[in-house]
């Protein structure tokens, strides 16, 4: 239980798939419960160096694009569950280490079962599997479609 006397925080991870939407929404109902803030988190990686050079790269650009995608998702969800006391982040660099950092101190970190992964996720391990095993606090996991809900609807 949450004692320290502190408004408890809940990060969330957001990146757009839906299981990003599932979580978001699965954070701010939890807040509301616990009366807690929501610390919102997105991380964006620029491309990397192959071979000889690297590819052309507007840093600004990358961060603009990201940030209003994430402005978006928040909005969308938010149209659809209701407002909580949110803060959002966007960082540069690897997603799991965003959010393992931003968990430090928080009451919980949730994040989505599912992200943007592939090939390269089976190598390093996911997200969802980095964050279980190295946060500060309890990680929930949420499964796409566990609300009930689509991106058009609340049920809740």
Excluded: N
């Amino acid at each position: 239980m949450y004692t320290s006397g502190r408004t408890p925080r809940v990060v969330v991870g957001v990146d757009g798939p839906p299981a990003s939407y599932e979580a978001l929404r699965w954070a701010v109902r939890y807040a509301r419960l616990i009366a807690a803030t929501v610390d919102a988190v997105a991380a964006y990686e620029l491309p990397g160096a192959v071979g000889w050079s690297a590819p052309a790269v507007d840093a600004e650009f990358d961060e603009a694009q990201s940030r209003q995608a994430m402005t978006e998702e928040i909005q969308k969800v938010l149209l659809q569950v209701g407002e909580v006391p949110m803060e959002e982040h966007l960082v540069r660099g690897g997603a799991a280490q965003a959010l393992i950092a931003a968990s430090v101190g928080a009451q919980l970190l949730v994040v989505g079962s599912r992200g943007l992964g592939g090939f390269a996720s089976l190598l390093l391990g996911s997200v969802s599997q980095q964050c279980a095993a190295h946060a500060s606090c309890p990680v929930v996991i949420v499964r796409p479609d566990v609300t009930g809900d689509d991106e058009t609807t609340d049920r809740g």
